[in-house]
T-cell receptor
Framework: AQKVTQAQTEISVVEKEDVTLDCVYETRDTTYYLFWYKQPPSGELVFLIR??????QNEISGRYSWNFQKSTSSFNFTITASQVVDSAVYFC???????????????FGKGTHLIIQP | NAGVTQTPKFRVLKTGQSMTLLCAQD?????MYWYRQDPGMGLRLIHY???????AKGEVPDGYNVSRLKKQNFLLGLESAAPSQTSVYFC???????????FGDGTRLSIL
C-alpha cells in the first residue's frame, strides 16, 4: 500500500531563513504522481506542484523549489528567504496510477506546520 | 469563478442525527472526492466518483454514503452521526489525466 511520511510535525524559523520540508513516500507502482499542497490558517488547500515519477528534474518557482529523488523515495520542498505569509501547514501527497483504483485518490502525509517568525 | 463549492461551511449535530453535505463544481470535472481531515492525521479519502452515476469506497468509508446523480454534484451523507465523525470535510474534483485536484473550502462538522 502507498504511504507518505512527513516526519517534521512542526518547524519554526525566523523570517528570511531558508527552510526545507521533507517528504518520503512508499509505492509499488512505477508510475505515480507526487504533489505538494499548502493549507494557510484560513483553512483552504492550495495546490503548489505536481511531479510524475518519470521526471526527476528539480523545479524552481520563485522562492519555492522541489527536489525529487527516486533513489531515496523523497520529494523535498525548500522555501528560500522565507516570509511570514509562508506560515501554513504543508502537505505532501501521492497518487498511484494503477494501484489507486484508477481514480487517483490522493494519499496524504500528516503535514508539516511551518511557522515563520518575524 | 466558483470552482468547488461546499455547503454548509459549519454544522453542529447531535449523535444519531442525519445530514447531507453538498459539493458542487462548475468545471465539468469527471472525478470527485470526499476527504476528512483530523488533527495529526492529514487528509483521508472517504469516497470518490469517476463519473456521473458511479461511486466507490476510499480509505475510510464506514458510516458514510455518497451519491453522484448529476455530474456537477457529489453528496456525502451521514445516516446516524457519531462523535467520531467530528472532522473537517473537504471535497475535491479534477479532470482526467492525473491533473491536480481542486479543493473546496471545507465543511467543519461537530457531532455532540
Amino acid at each position: 500500500a502507498q504511504k507518505v511520511t512527513q516526519a517534521q510535525t512542526e518547524i519554526s524559523v525566523v523570517e528570511k531563513e531558508d527552510v526545507t520540508l521533507d517528504c518520503v513516500y512508499e509505492t509499488r507502482d512505477t508510475t505515480y504522481y507526487l504533489f505538494w499542497y499548502k493549507q494557510p490558517p484560513s483553512g483552504e488547500l492550495v495546490f503548489l506542484i505536481r511531479r510524475n515519477s518519470f521526471d526527476e528534474q528539480n523545479e524552481i518557482s520563485g522562492r519555492y523549489s522541489w527536489n525529487f529523488q527516486k533513489s531515496t523515495s523523497s520529494f523535498n520542498f525548500t522555501i528560500t528567504a522565507s516570509q511570514v505569509v509562508d506560515s501554513a501547514v504543508y502537505f505532501c501527497a501521492l497518487s498511484e496510477l494503477y494501484s489507486g483504483g484508477g481514480a487517483d485518490g490522493l494519499t496524504f502525509g500528516k503535514g508539516t506546520h511551518l511557522i515563520i517568525q518575524p | 469563478n466558483a470552482g468547488v463549492t461546499q455547503t454548509p461551511k459549519f454544522r453542529v449535530l447531535k449523535t444519531g442525527q442525519s445530514m447531507t453535505l453538498l459539493c458542487a463544481q462548475d468545471m465539468n470535472h469527471e472525478y470527485m472526492y470526499w476527504y476528512r481531515q483530523d488533527p495529526g492525521m492529514g487528509l483521508r479519502l472517504i469516497h470518490y466518483s469517476v463519473g456521473e452515476g458511479t461511486t466507490a469506497k476510499g480509505e475510510v468509508p464506514d458510516g458514510y454514503n455518497v451519491s453522484r446523480l448529476k455530474k456537477q454534484n457529489f453528496l456525502l451523507g451521514l445516516e446516524s452521526a457519531a462523535p467520531s465523525q467530528t472532522s473537517v470535510y473537504f471535497c475535491a474534483s479534477r479532470t482526467g489525466g492525473s491533473q491536480p485536484q481542486h479543493f473546496g473550502d471545507g465543511t467543519r462538522l461537530s457531532i455532540l
